[in-house]
């Protein structure tokens, strides 16, 4: 007996509508139809383009156009019904167009598949997000470099192996991650020129036999170019996971900051101070001020990263052309770009509000002999000697001064020159945590003037690129 429920679809081929699991299983358009902008822009270029090739009517093409522009209001005004029943964006909105505009909503499919639709749409959507993110990114940095401005030449700790290493300043610690962001931006910028092709035309698999326009099209949704082998075209999302990697890399560095901001502002460290904006308090323990939203900023990455690998074992063993296993590309994809952009707006926020304690700060900068390496250099330069012989002359400076208690610029001179008995009283110019990072003046060290030019370069270009944007 025939279903006359048939899938409307899939046409005569089948003759009964889908169980109620495969229906499930099947559809998308709980998370697809976020494409409806993208799927009605690529609608009308190709609408367009059929037209100019005579292969509709224009009287066809304007009716499709004003139809699909009547849906994109109705969308925008929250007034579009999706229905689970059609699967997915594509057919949702083709078939409101034809309660629209009848019989010409049908030529709108045209030399086109599907499959070479749902490719479109989605680059459109991921080339999109490449832009938010660098707009998000650049004001992450701004922000970075303001602070790093504000703070040139506060002392803090430098650490390795989260050890007291070198004495820094706040702001070159601050640039480092403004130099991190700028790689991030230049990931994304990458994945976007490579992902700045269009797949449209290429049909199902094999092209079509219709005499269509593809530069058109191309042009026409801002593409550089169509896509040059249709098999390719329907089957690959590199983009996708080009831009995920490019995410996660980016997520992994936000994350490591909000390590840091986690533990600078626990009052072992007391480095830095966070408002009401970015804590919370604890349910039983009246006296908590917990970093919440530099926990779960480094919480994020963990989405992130996952959906990269998600998609990528769903693409890895996929042969040529199309798999519906691909429907699986876009649910993870869409959730870590969410995540990534709410993880970029949290740090903008914490940097903003987070205010450095300069006095605790500095008192950390000296603990743990840090300007053991300034007291080499002085050997080295001084008295000429050979550096691994400075490092042992310092290293056992250091034991006596820690057997005595006291830092290095209170060790007395006596007990230097019993380790070394040319060392003069010249050497306390260099222990002192200021004379310290003063003396980093190397190109990209921390020394504050060099911090205050990178600082202002930083601001100055960030600046420009938002109000060129």
Not at 233 to 256: K, M, N, P
Not at 293 to 317: D, N, P, Y
């Amino acid at each position: 007996m025939t279903d006359t429920n048939a899938n409307r679809m899939w046409g005569g081929r089948f003759q009964m509508s889908p169980s109620q699991i495969m229906e499930d299983i099947n559809v998308s358009i709980d998370f697809d139809k976020r494409m409806a902008f993208e799927d009605i822009a690529g609608s009308k270029a190709h609408a367009s383009m059929l037209a100019a090739q005579g292969i509709i009517t224009a009287a066809d093409a304007d009716a499709i156009i004003k139809g699909l522009d009547t849906i994109l209001g109705e969308i925008e005004r929250g007034e579009f019904t999706y229905s689970r029943a059609l699967e997915d964006v594509h057919m949702n909105v083709e078939s409101r167009l034809k309660e629209l505009i009848g019989e010409p909503a049908g030529r709108l499919h045209t030399a086109r598949s599907r499959n070479d639709q749902v490719a479109t749409d989605f680059r459109l959507y991921v080339r999109a997000c490449i832009d938010g993110f660098d707009t998000d990114l650049r004001k992450l940095q701004l922000a970075l470099a303001r602070k790093a401005a504000e703070h040139f030449d506060v002392i803090m700790p430098g650490f390795t192996h989260l050890q007291p290493a070198q004495p820094v300043t706040f702001g070159h610690h601050l640039l480092a991650y403004v130099e991190m962001i700028a790689r991030d931006r230049g990931r994304f910028a990458d994945a976007r020129k490579r992902l700045n092709e269009c797949p449209l035309g290429s049909a199902a698999l094999a092209g079509t036999s219709f005499p269509i326009d593809r530069h058109a099209t191309a042009a026409a949704l801002g593409f550089d170019r169509p896509t040059a082998n249709s098999l390719d075209s329907v089957s690959d999302r590199d983009f996708a996971l080009e831009t995920l990697s490019a995410a996660t890399i980016s997520a992994l560095h936000l994350s490591r900051f909000a390590e840091e901001i986690v533990i600078w502002s626990t009052p072992q460290f007391g480095f830095i101070k966070l408002s009401d904006a970015f804590t919370t308090g604890s349910s039983i323990m009246p006296q908590k001020r917990n970093p919440d939203a530099a926990e779960l900023c480094r919480a994020k990455v963990g989405r992130i990263a996952a959906a990269l690998q998600s998609l990528a074992m769903v693409m890895k063993g996929l042969p040529l052309a199309y798999s519906k296993d691909m429907q699986e590309d876009k649910e993870v994809t869409f959730d870590a770009f969410d995540s990534f952009r709410l993880v970029v707006a949290a740090m903008t926020g914490m940097v903003e509000d987070m205010q450095p304690v300069p006095a605790t700060m500095h008192a950390a900068a000296g603990a743990g002999y840090s300007t053991a390496t300034d007291l080499a250099d002085w050997l080295v330069r001084k008295l000429n000697l050979p550096f691994r012989e400075a490092h042992h002359v310092t290293g056992s400076i250091v034991a006596v001064a820690e057997r005595l208690g006291v830092a290095l610029p209170d060790l007395p001179l006596a007990e230097m020159q019993a380790v070394e008995s040319r060392i003069t009283d010249d050497v306390y110019s260099v222990l002192s945590v200021e004379n310290s990072v003063k003396s980093r003046s190397s190109y990209g060290g921390t020394a504050p003037q060099n911090v205050a030019k990178a600082a202002a370069e930083w601001v100055e270009r960030l600046e420009k690129e938002s109000n060129s944007g």
